[in-house]
């Protein structure tokens, strides 16, 4: 990636997390790129007309939100890596449709969540296994160094949860979707998410009461 | 939503708003039902209680992080590439223009060009460039570029350096063929030791196609762990985009490209380096461009070895230079002067100084001063090996060996090894535990035996259990009699869980008869990754046992039973299997039963599949059907 040296250095040191709100509702409706609305939208702009030096900002902008909703979802970081690079590269082919009808955050972790979901109905393997965890440990010390300051705990009984309570889990109660977007998003019910994700919470706290 | 009133504090009441709690934490009840739980939980404590649980459990999902680093980059490689197409939608057919004027070349295949002839100009032969694996990528390049990226490498890798570049022979070297001068130019740099490792020389180049002066190398080069400055400078003309003569082959390609060799390379021994951040640097002033004054303070809580790292102009007296006073006393306790320097690589003025000094504790002023010519980004003459280090650079010496430790872990790891099996015996048993997370992390066998010493007389159990995830991760067969002990006979559960999961990491059919009397344990978990583990095993010496397991008390231990019952497949456990199919109250068990006869694909589990196409369950049903047509075919 072409990053011309005396920016990079500030660059880099920049490019570090945001602010959220209280409620996970907040970072995903807000902004939470390092740059303030107007200037990412500059940004934007040029990576529209092919500028991959800004494609370049907002990938080190963004990549930590996509990583971890990849990383909680998908529970393997291997396969987490392949699918933010996929969101990216997505991203990148798709760029000239995005509209500033939303924040371009938004629209690139959709783009992320749609990834993952992609692979969670493509992945024949998991059909035949008892648990999306292929490594739990392996896992555990993933979560560990990509998120220090996460509760590994809470980690694990989510990357546990049986498929279809997690991604419901994660989406309402982390990412912050509501259930109609959720809904659209996995194709079922509202109340089918309601449903999923009162039994998602209950046995996660079941997993942390053990 | 039931309209009964359920807001007296008894019992029956009681499960009828622990179902609803959720839905009313998240305020989704119909009003009626709201205004019944609400009153219900004035009057009852337990479902009170009930409700602060959830909404501690929820709050706390809620305030997980939300942002992940992730241990490598992964930019896409794809974007640099499609990013210049799109700039320039003309440039393939000036290159393929360029290509026909271009004497000796046969034969043109989309964007291959074969070599023709043994040309006296070495000529390139252009297969289609690699874009897999891609460490690094600094293309595309414009004129008077110095572009420059870090990574580590955890350890030594085969790597791939494709380079186009500008070169031209030295006027008084034309005659004999050889010897040249690069203009735009890329070399790798260690980034602790601050030496050169590769560069793109002239005399290693070959023509890229087009101009003459388009040079290119291709070739794969051996790089120890540590971790590397990719550099490459560009000069005012000729350079993509801004061609003043033919362009090369793959012109969007100007600039460095490494990338790792192999169909089986294995990214994660790249991770991101950040110079600037690297913890060993206590102070910096870099990229010092013309007529600067910079100063910056800082204070040193104890007498620290410091290691210096200067680069700056100068022949005789200095032009571009940096020095330290005392803040109180402004006393000069380090100064950059010409004799304490050497060359810095490229012009003979690019001086450097690199060494290391005592500095007692106190507060201090780090100083550089830079005159109105050649500096960073505006080189007059060649740049200095490391461009970015224009300046000046104070860092922890001790630090910075630890740091060289840290990143030099394939050259030390004999020495990490040895320290980390010597603290699995640390009187504390944090300290322990640590080791042996490390020592899995490492994955060396030679620390098998100490491991498993651990794992039998470690007086703590965490400990012990996380010996038995090392020796997991480690996965060696020597392992299993130790944890066969462990997985029996361990007083504390976690430990025993953890040994039956390295056992089934391992694989070894040893392990099955413990295996196997693990399924009947005390502790649950126990006895679900049992089952998991002999899942893995796949030996069919297990499938009794695992039929029994069938009739666990543990839901989570008859589910994976079925699984592994299914891994296994084996066609004694068709009886059980379709008992649970038909009988057991847990969907999920019901479910991996169906799937696992379906695995087995035996005909007489049909009658009970088809009853089960009647289940409550549609996921039973579904599995249901998927094995009834394994067993047709």
């Given at each position: 990636m072409p990053s011309v040296l005396n920016n990079s250095l500030e660059d880099i040191s920049g490019a570090v997390g945001y602010e959220t709100g209280d409620h996970p509702r907040a970072a995903v409706s807000g902004e939470f790129g390092t740059a303030p609305a107007w200037e990412e939208e500059d940004i934007v702009r040029r990576a529209q007309a092919g500028d991959s030096e800004a494609f370049a900002e907002l990938y080190e902008a963004h990549v930590g939100r996509v990583y971890a909703i990849c990383l909680r979802m998908l529970s393997d970081g291997r396969t987490a890596e392949e699918a933010t690079q996929d969101t990216f590269v997505r991203a990148w082919e798709a760029i000239g449709s995005f509209q500033f009808k939303s924040a371009f955050g938004t629209w690139l972790h959709r783009l992320g969540v749609n990834q993952v979901l992609t692979r969670l109905r493509s992945d024949k393997r998991r059909e035949s296994r008892v648990t999306v965890v292929e490594n739990l440990p392996e896992f555990e010390s993933e979560v560990r160094e990509a998120m220090p300051e996460t509760r590994l705990d809470l980690e694990s009984a989510i990357a546990l949860l049986p498929a279809g309570a997690k991604e419901v889990l994660v989406l309402h109660d982390i990412e912050g979707y509501s259930y109609w977007e959720i809904a659209e998003m996995l194709d079922t019910a509202e109340g089918t998410v309601k449903s999923r994700l009162n039994r998602a919470r209950r046995l996660v706290r079941e997993a942390l009461n053990k | 939503m039931s309209e009964q009133d359920f807001s007296q504090p008894e019992g029956s009441n009681c499960e009828t708003v622990r179902e609803l709690l959720y839905g009313f934490f998240d305020e989704q009840l119909s009003e009626t039902a709201d205004g019944l739980v609400r009153r219900h939980l004035d009057l009852c404590k337990g479902c009170t209680d009930e409700l602060m649980q959830i909404k501690d459990t929820v709050n706390a999902i809620q305030s997980l992080p939300r942002e992940a680093t992730p241990a490598r980059v992964l930019w896409p490689p794809q974007v640099a590439r499609r990013a210049t197409v799109w700039k320039k939608p003309m440039?393939?057919?000036?290159?393929?223009?360029?290509?026909?004027?271009?004497?000796?070349?046969?034969?043109?295949?989309?964007?291959?060009?074969?070599?023709?002839?043994?040309?006296?100009?070495?000529?390139?032969?252009?297969?289609?460039?690699?874009?897999?694996?891609?460490?690094?990528?600094?293309?595309?390049?414009?004129?008077?570029?110095?572009?420059?990226?870090?990574?580590?490498?955890?350890?030594?890798?085969?790597?791939?350096?494709?380079?186009?570049?500008?070169?031209?022979?030295?006027?008084?070297?034309?005659?004999?063929?050889?010897?040249?001068?690069?203009?735009?130019?890329?070399?790798?740099?260690?980034?602790?030791?601050?030496?050169?490792?590769?560069?793109?020389?002239?005399?290693?180049?070959?023509?890229?196609?087009?101009?003459?002066?388009?040079?290119?190398?291709?070739?794969?080069?051996?790089?120890?762990?540590?971790?590397?400055?990719?550099?490459?400078?560009?000069?005012?003309?000729?350079?993509?985009?801004?061609?003043?003569?033919?362009?090369?082959?793959?012109?969007?390609?100007?600039?460095?490209?490494?990338?790792?060799?192999?169909?089986?390379?294995?990214?994660?021994?790249?991770?991101?380096?950040?110079?600037?951040?690297?913890?060993?640097?206590?102070?910096?002033?870099?990229?010092?461009?013309?007529?600067?004054?910079?100063?910056?303070?800082?204070?040193?809580?104890?007498?620290?070895?410091?290691?210096?790292?200067?680069?700056?102009?100068?022949?005789?007296?200095?032009?571009?230079?940096?020095?330290?006073?005392?803040?109180?006393?402004?006393?000069?306790?380090?100064?950059?002067?010409?004799?304490?320097?050497?060359?810095?690589?490229?012009?003979?003025?690019?001086?450097?100084?690199?060494?290391?000094?005592?500095?007692?504790?106190?507060?201090?002023?780090?100083?550089?001063?830079?005159?109105?010519?050649?500096?960073?980004?505006?080189?007059?003459?060649?740049?200095?090996?490391?461009?970015?280090?224009?300046?000046?650079?104070?860092?922890?010496?001790?630090?910075?060996?630890?740091?060289?430790?840290?990143?030099?872990?394939?050259?030390?790891?004999?020495?990490?090894?040895?320290?980390?099996?010597?603290?699995?015996?640390?009187?504390?048993?944090?300290?322990?535990?640590?080791?042996?997370?490390?020592?899995?992390?490492?994955?060396?066998?030679?620390?098998?035996?100490?491991?498993?010493?651990?794992?039998?007389?470690?007086?703590?159990?965490?400990?012990?259990?996380?010996?038995?995830?090392?020796?997991?991760?480690?996965?060696?067969?020597?392992?299993?009699?130790?944890?066969?002990?462990?997985?029996?006979?361990?007083?504390?559960?976690?430990?025993?869980?953890?040994?039956?999961?390295?056992?089934?990491?391992?694989?070894?059919?040893?392990?099955?008869?413990?295996?196997?009397?693990?399924?009947?344990?005390?502790?649950?978990?126990?006895?679900?990754?049992?089952?998991?583990a002999l899942g893995e095993i796949q030996d069919e010496r297990a499938v009794r046992a695992l039929g029994e397991a069938l009739g666990d008390d543990s839901h989570e231990v008859r589910r994976w039973a079925a699984w592994a019952l299914g891994e296994i497949a084996d066609s004694r456990a068709v009886e059980p299997l379709s008992r649970a199919v038909a009988n057991d109250d847990h969907h999920e068990v019901r479910r991996w039963a169906a799937w696992a006869l379906g695995e087995i694909a035996d005909p007489r589990a049909a009658e009970a599949l088809i009853a089960a196409m009647e289940d409550e369950s549609a996921e039973v049903r579904r599995w249901a059907i998927w094995a009834l047509g394994e067993i047709e075919r």
């Open positions: - | 440039l393939l057919a000036a290159t393929l223009a360029a290509l026909i004027l271009v004497p000796g070349i046969a034969t043109i295949t989309g964007l291959r060009l074969l070599r023709s002839n043994d040309d006296e100009v070495g000529q390139y032969t252009y297969g289609s460039v690699r874009r897999e694996n891609v460490i690094v990528e600094l293309v595309g390049l414009g004129d008077d570029e110095t572009v420059a990226r870090s990574f580590t490498l955890t350890r030594p890798i085969d790597v791939n350096v494709f380079a186009l570049g500008e070169g031209g022979v030295n006027v008084f070297g034309l005659g004999e063929g050889q010897g040249g001068d690069m203009f735009d130019y890329g070399w790798i740099m260690d980034a602790r030791a601050r030496e050169i490792v590769w560069s793109m020389d002239y005399d290693d180049t070959d023509h890229a196609g087009g101009a003459a002066k388009n040079r290119v190398i291709d070739e794969v080069i051996r790089l120890d762990s540590g971790s590397y400055t990719v550099y490459f400078v560009t000069d005012g003309s000729h350079s993509y985009g801004e061609w003043n003569s033919s362009p090369p082959i793959d012109g969007e390609l100007w600039g460095i490209t490494l990338s790792g060799v192999g169909d089986g390379f294995d990214m994660s021994a790249v991770t991101a380096y950040e110079p600037a951040s690297d913890p060993a640097i206590i102070v910096q002033l870099v990229e010092i461009r013309d007529d600067e004054r910079r100063r910056t303070r800082f204070t040193l809580d104890r007498d620290t070895e410091v290691r210096i790292y200067a680069l700056g102009e100068g022949s005789n007296d200095m032009f571009d230079y940096g020095w330290i006073e005392a803040a109180g006393s402004g006393r000069v306790v380090w100064e950059m002067t010409y004799r304490s320097t050497d060359h810095a690589g490229g012009a003979e003025k690019n001086r450097r100084f690199d060494g290391t000094m005592s500095l007692p504790s106190g507060d201090y002023i780090l100083r550089y001063e830079s005159d109105g010519s050649h500096s960073f980004g505006d080189w007059n003459d060649d740049p200095p090996d490391d461009p970015a280090g224009w300046g000046v650079t104070i860092m922890d010496a001790l630090g910075d060996a630890m740091a060289d430790i840290r990143v030099q872990e394939d050259r030390f790891s004999g020495l990490a090894l040895d320290a980390l099996i010597a603290a699995l015996q640390d009187p504390d048993a944090e300290v322990r535990r640590w080791a042996a997370l490390g020592l899995g992390d490492l994955g060396d066998p030679a620390a098998v035996d100490p491991l498993l010493e651990v794992l039998a007389n470690d007086s703590d159990g965490e400990v012990r259990r996380w010996a038995a995830w090392a020796l997991g991760e480690i996965q060696d067969e020597s392992a299993v009699g130790g944890l066969i002990h462990a997985v029996t006979d361990d007083d504390h559960h976690e430990a025993r869980r953890w040994a039956a999961w390295a056992l089934g990491e391992i694989q070894d059919e040893g392990a099955v008869r413990a295996l196997g009397d693990a399924l009947a344990d005390d502790s649950h978990e126990v006895r679900r990754w049992a089952a998991w």
